[in-house]
T-cell receptor, first 113, second 115 residues
Framework: AQSVTQPDIHITVSEGASLELRCNYS??????LFWYVQSPGQGLQLLLK??????LVQGIKGFEAEFKRSQSSFNLRKPSVHWSDAAEYFC???????????FGAGTILRVKS | DGGITQSPKYLFRKEGQNVTLSCEQN?????MYWYRQDPGQGLRLIYY???????QKGDIAEGYSVSREKKESFPLTVTSAQKNPTAFYLC??????????????FGPGTRLTVL
């Protein structure tokens, strides 16, 4: 069965600074990887996903993520953070023969001006 | 506009009462899901349905029940048997029943508080 770890519970960055949110997964075969964002009291919105092909994936709102098989990671990045990016971010991993997506515990991003 | 609607947004329940949360989608998706979200625990799968008139237990199904009589609807009942029902509940849907790989789309959620 697959699993996913988001090592950082909270991250604070200054507006305009770069951002990297970490995601580590455990799965023997090629995983299906997702990043979602959740604003307070709202549902989850898909930022980007990786199934195969180019390991650098572009998403919405200027986010990108890079799949690194050797490190079992799928970190989310943004070159310049805006105050509106403050939210909780979830990494999720699926599997071709799996029966569900497994979500990480989330990372809360705070943006300071 | 296509999407997933959940109602109500806030729900208050007295202990010992059953309550039903609504989830409707007009995306023509085959699969639907219910998740429970508690602070610091991510999302935990309660029930899922890949096709009408069929559903399966997820990781934390005890104290919950569902039905799937129509493709677009997947209501969740929180029964009095659920020991700690106060939480944020999220409904999701995905185009196919490929549970491990399909992209899931989420509704806005219902916050349930037991008084």
């Amino acid at each position: 069965a697959q699993s996913v770890t988001q090592p950082d519970i909270h991250i604070t960055v200054s507006e305009g600074a770069s951002l990297e949110l970490r995601c580590n997964y455990s799965y023997g075969a090629t995983p299906y990887l997702f990043w979602y964002v959740q604003s307070p009291g709202q549902g989850l919105q898909l930022l980007l996903k990786y199934f195969s092909g180019d390991t650098l994936v572009q998403g919405i709102k200027g986010f990108e993520a890079e799949f690194k098989r050797s490190q079992s990671s799928f970190n989310l990045r943004k070159p310049s953070v805006h105050w509106s990016d403050a939210a909780e971010y979830f990494c999720a991993v699926g599997a071709q023969l799996g029966n569900k997506l497994v979500f990480g515990a989330g990372t809360i991003l705070r943006v300071k001006s | 506009d296509g999407g997933i609607t959940q109602s109500p947004k806030y729900l208050f329940r007295k202990e010992g009462q059953n309550v039903t949360l609504s989830c409707e989608q007009n995306l023509n998706h085959d699969a639907m899901y219910w998740y429970r979200q508690d602070p610091g625990q991510g999302l935990r799968l309660i029930y899922y349905s890949q096709i009408v008139n069929d559903f399966q237990k997820g990781d934390i199904a005890e104290g919950y029940s569902v039905s799937r009589e129509k493709k677009e609807s997947f209501p969740l009942t929180v029964t009095s048997a659920q020991k700690n029902p106060t939480a944020f509940y999220l409904c999701a849907s995905s185009p196919t029943g490929l549970l491990g790989t399909d992209t899931q789309y989420f509704g806005p959620g219902t916050r349930l508080t037991v008084l």
